[in-house]
T-cell receptor, first 113, second 118 residues
């Protein structure tokens, strides 16, 4: 069965620190990969997505993610976090051509001013 | 607000009652998805619908749960005879029509309905 693992449940950083959130998935076929963010009291918003092509994907708000096929990973990065990045981050995977998303359990990021 | 609209935001039911959750997709979107988020867990796919059709219900519990997306009106997720374990946040997402195999359209999410069972 397909699954998505986010190993960091809660990450606490100071402003300007660099961020990397891990995401690994288990599925041998072709996948589409997503990172969603949920700010407090808001709905999930798409940060970035990978369908094909350049494995380094740039998203909104300075976030990027790198797809490493050999490691089944799609880690999210940001060089310098801000207090406003405090949110919950979800990695999601879908099989290419399928429509349902498989989500990780989420990583809560707290940025201290 | 042209986003995905879910109502109600909060719904309280007693055990044995019925819960109806509504979702209006974004304008121009013809695909609707329902997900459930239990406390301390990630979102779990339940069902995928297009107008008047259930495309994939592999994540739906076999009993008490049903979903529809009629030709007119919102998509409805219906839970009959609710139990405590149904307490969760239920999220709806919508997307445009896929243009071809391998071209998944990003899903846009609503604010969710938080269902509490007394």
């Amino acid at each position: 069965a397909q699954s998505v693992s986010q190993h960091n449940h809660h990450v606490i950083l100071s402003e300007a620190a660099s961020l990397e959130l891990g995401c690994n998935y288990s599925y041998g076929g072709t996948v589409n990969l997503f990172w969603y963010v949920q700010y407090p009291g808001q709905h999930l918003q798409l940060l970035l997505k990978y369908f094909s092509g350049d494995p380094l994907v740039k998203g909104i708000k300075g976030f990027e993610a790198e797809f490493i096929k050999s490691k089944f990973s799609f880690n999210l990065r940001k060089p310098s976090v801000q207090w406003s990045d405090t949110a919950e981050y979800f990695c999601a995977v879908s099989k290419t051509g399928a429509n349902n998303l498989f989500f990780g359990t989420g990583t809560r990021l707290t940025v201290i001013p | 607000n042209a986003g995905v609209m879910q109502n109600p935001r909060h719904l309280v039911r007693r055990r044995g009652q019925e819960a109806r959750l509504r979702c209006s997709p974004m304008k121009g979107h013809s695909h609707v998805y329902w997900y459930r988020q239990l406390p301390e867990e990630g979102l779990k796919f339940m069902v995928y619908l297009q107008k008047e059709n259930i495309i994939d219900e592999s994540g739906m519990p076999k009993e008490r749960f049903s979903a529809e997306f009629p030709k007119e009106g919102p998509s409805i997720l219906r839970i009959q005879q609710v139990v405590r374990g149904d307490s969760a946040a239920y999220f709806c997402a919508s997307s445009r029509l896929d243009r071809g195999l391998g071209s998944n359209q990003p899903q846009h999410f609503g604010d969710g309905t938080r269902l509490s069972i007394l």
